[in-house]
């Protein structure tokens, strides 16, 4: 999982100069062809073969990811890269407000102050005032929600399915949405092929190491280690793209780093007790592979 957050962030440090330069459904169909041409061989000489158990599940999550990585592209093309990341971090938070949502998942006070620091340090990123703010802001709380929902379905789909399977579904549902959009197609310049390529390697090399991991850990676990993705892409985008380090940044930054630790950490507590109480004598317990 710490892996795949450093395959993340070197794709969004390399997306990030390309997202003004190309069209965003250009750079979405290059992601989702590069895992096709990639993965299609891989799961032939496996002998897996290409369905899905189930199908629908795997749709679904290419949905997901292929919402969130637009909101995504849009986002970068507007903000710096290190609020883009930071926004997009905020994933922990929507996972709570949907489980809470959709299958009235208990929550507590200290869920309720965990989500209140990290919508407050959102809020201040942000800064919606009629001076300075940005639409940018609101497609990086987008991507992050569907991110959310992307790594819950991801971890179901675990259950039944390898990680190749699912980024090949992922990038065929995501090919299919985007077609009809990607028209007028450019050829990029040399430096610009280069990061296109690279970006679109490191995305895909991130998504099997990130379903590899959800498989070996909860996705609590999984997402409180891929929030340092922040670390990565938000040094990145301070060193190689100069982005602006202000208070309001800092602050902000810092609440909802803390909001998504803390929900992970909560969860990840709560769990464990709860797993405690229904430990089994040892001579009965399986041990899990």
Same mark, same amino acid.
């Given at each position: 999982?710490?892996?795949?957050?450093?395959?993340?962030?070197?794709?969004?440090?390399?997306?990030?100069?390309?997202?003004?330069?190309?069209?965003?459904?250009?750079?979405?169909?290059?992601?989702?062809?590069?895992?096709?041409?990639?993965?299609?061989?891989?799961?032939?000489?496996?002998?897996?073969?290409?369905?899905?158990?189930?199908?629908?599940?795997?749709?679904?999550?290419?949905?997901?990811?292929?919402?969130?990585?637009?909101?995504?592209?849009?986002?970068?093309?507007?903000?710096?890269?290190?609020?883009?990341?930071?926004?997009?971090?905020?994933?922990?938070?929507?996972?709570?407000?949907?489980?809470?949502?959709?299958?009235?998942?208990?929550?507590?006070?200290?869920?309720?102050?965990?989500? %209140? @620091? +990290?919508?407050? &340090?959102?809020? $201040?990123?942000?800064? *919606?005032?009629?001076?300075? =703010?940005?639409? !940018?802001?609101?497609?990086?709380?987008?991507?992050?929600?569907?991110?959310?929902?992307?790594?819950?379905?991801?971890?179901?789909?675990?259950?039944?399915?390898?990680?190749?399977?699912?980024?090949?579904?992922?990038?065929?549902?995501?090919?299919?949405?985007?077609?009809?959009?990607?028209?007028?197609?450019?050829?990029?310049?040399?430096?610009?092929?280069?990061?296109?390529?690279?970006?679109?390697?490191?995305?895909?090399?991130?998504?099997?190491?990130?379903?590899?991991?959800?498989?070996?850990?909860?996705?609590?676990?999984?997402?409180?280690?891929?929030?340092?993705?922040?670390? %990565? @892409? +938000?040094?990145? &985008?301070?060193? $190689?793209?100069?982005? *602006?380090?202000?208070?309001? =940044?800092?602050? !902000?930054?810092?609440?909802?780093?803390?909001?998504?630790?803390?929900?992970?950490?909560?969860?990840?507590?709560?769990?464990?007790?709860?797993?405690?109480?229904?430990?089994?004598?040892?001579?009965?317990?399986?041990?899990?592979?």
């Amino acid at each position: 999982m710490t892996l795949s957050a450093l395959a993340f962030a070197s794709n969004s440090v390399a997306i990030k100069p390309l997202a003004s330069l190309l069209p965003t459904p250009q750079i979405i169909m290059i992601h989702f062809l590069t895992g096709i041409l990639v993965l299609g061989p891989i799961l032939f000489l496996r002998g897996s073969g290409l369905r899905g158990n189930p199908a629908w599940v795997l749709v679904l999550r290419g949905l997901c990811g292929t919402f969130s990585f637009f909101f995504f592209l849009r986002a970068l093309n507007l903000i710096p890269l290190s609020s883009t990341i930071v926004l997009f971090c905020a994933y922990p938070i929507f996972v709570a407000v949907f489980s809470w949502l959709l299958f009235k998942t208990t929550t507590e006070k200290k869920d309720l102050l965990l989500i %209140f @620091a +990290g919508v407050t &340090g959102a809020t $201040i990123l942000i800064n *919606p005032s009629f001076c300075s =703010f940005n639409l !940018g802001y609101i497609f990086a709380l987008l991507s992050g929600a569907m991110e959310a929902m992307g790594i819950v379905i991801v971890a179901k789909a675990r259950q039944k399915n390898n990680p190749f399977i699912i980024h090949f579904y992922f990038c065929v549902t995501g090919g299919m949405l985007c077609l009809p959009f990607a028209q007028g197609f450019r050829m990029p310049e040399v430096d610009g092929g280069f990061l296109l390529a690279f970006s679109a390697l490191a995305s895909l090399v991130g998504q099997v190491l990130m379903n590899q991991g959800l498989k070996l850990c909860k996705p609590t676990e999984g997402s409180l280690i891929l929030m340092s993705e922040v670390v %990565f @892409a +938000g040094a990145g &985008g301070i060193l $190689i793209f100069k982005d *602006p380090v202000t208070a309001n =940044f800092l602050v !902000g930054a810092l609440l909802v780093v803390v909001s998504g630790v803390g929900l992970n950490l909560v969860h990840r507590s709560v769990r464990n007790a709860s797993g405690r109480e229904n430990v089994q004598p040892p001579a009965v317990k399986a041990r899990e592979g």
